[in-house]
């Protein structure tokens, strides 16, 4: 039973080892700083030592996908993990994968550091839309990357180019795959999604290409 209680638990030092593979960049002093802004709440032995339980070390991989993979302000995780505590789902085992991205348009604005003139902006334009006014990762993405190119003079009422270009783009794949998505054959949608997700990759790549070709061109060379 001692053994037991333990084994239970693990020092700062055991949690630090654990994640320093998958998040390089984490250190000591970021866990205490995450304690400190009551992110997480190690139980504490009576000499004042940290412990950590395994649901611990989950919610601080948690954390740091989030900040490593979406940006997120820590005080959107914060409520991202308080609505979760508010609501607990059950989480199948062995999956830690990175936390859905639902953000309201406060949060958006301030994830995406812009502000809500350019937000609506975006939207009449059709580069975002909410859906039961949230906004997921791709919305994110999409305003960051607004954000970055209004630095150049680039506003969204000058990105209804790029947007018409992706739907064509989204109408070929929709026509390639289509025949895929009629069959009743086992495996079916499985292959669907991978040709789909293959041309999407190809369209990238050609993309890119003729694109680098134009601004060659532009500069004379």
Do not use: C, W
């Not at 009551?38 to 950590?52: C, H």
């Not at 209004?150 to 390639?176: D, S, T, Y």
């Amino acid at each position: 039973m001692g053994a037991q209680a333990i084994r239970a638990f693990m020092s700062i030092g055991e949690v630090l080892a654990l994640l320093q593979g998958e998040f390089p960049d984490i250190t000591i002093s970021k866990i205490r700083f995450l304690e400190g802004e009551g992110l997480i709440e190690p139980q504490r032995s009576p000499s004042g030592y940290r412990k950590f339980t395994r649901l611990d070390v989950e919610r601080l991989r948690y954390i740091l996908t989030a900040q490593r993979d979406h940006y997120l302000p820590l005080r959107v995780i914060k409520d991202h993990l308080d609505e979760q505590a508010a609501r607990p789902r059950p989480v199948p085992a062995g999956t830690a994968g990175a936390p859905p991205v639902r953000l309201s348009r406060e949060e958006l604005i301030e994830a995406a550091g812009i502000d809500e003139e350019t937000l609506a902006e975006m939207e009449s334009f059709g580069l975002v839309a909410s859906v039961a006014r949230h906004y997921d990762g791709e919305a994110l993405e999409v305003a960051r990357s607004v954000a970055a190119l209004a630095k150049f003079g680039l506003h969204p009422r000058h990105l209804r180019a790029v947007r018409a270009a992706v739907e064509r783009e989204a109408g070929l794949i929709e026509q390639a795959v289509a025949p895929l998505m009629r069959r009743r054959a086992p495996g079916a949608i499985a292959q669907a999604d991978e040709t789909a997700r293959e041309i999407s990759g190809l369209l990238q790549e050609l993309h890119n290409a003729l694109l680098r070709g134009s601004v060659r061109g532009i500069q004379g060379r």
